[in-house]
């Protein structure tokens, strides 16, 4: 059984930083793929960035050049660093997890957190 927890969420202004963090529990540390994922209002649930196994990572090219993604497989751990946080970064990150790398960046992985609010003000 699988279950995700994010935290680290909260408000910083314009040009802060945050470092979000999911423990992945019941989840084979080192095997399958992790994600981030950003939701707003009325918008669609949109990768933000992943990392497969062998430490294979996709950004999302609005956070590409500002955001970090990060895996501590000793502690099933995964992270997002995220820097030089715009407005537009305003919004619910999701934790995300499947066996399949596919499945998980077109945004239908098997297991999803739920969720850990970011604000972002001018």
């Known amino acids: 059984q699988i279950k995700l927890v994010e935290s680290g969420g909260g408000s910083v202004q314009a040009g802060g930083s945050l470092t979000l963090s999911c423990e992945a529990s019941g989840y084979n540390s080192g095997s399958g793929s992790l994600g981030w994922f950003h939701q707003v209002p009325g918008k669609e649930r949109e990768g933000v960035a992943a990392i497969d196994e062998n430490g294979g990572i996709n950004y999302e090219d609005h956070v590409k050049d500002r955001f970090t993604i990060s895996r501590d497989k000793t502690k099933n751990i995964l992270y997002l660093q995220m820097n030089d946080l715009k407005p537009e970064d305003t919004g619910t990150y999701y934790c995300?997890?499947?066996?399949?790398?596919?499945?998980?960046?077109?945004?239908?992985?098997?297991?999803w957190g739920q969720g850990t609010q970011v604000t972002v003000s001018s």
């Open positions: 995300a997890a499947d066996e399949r790398w596919v499945r998980l960046w077109a945004g239908a992985p098997s297991y």
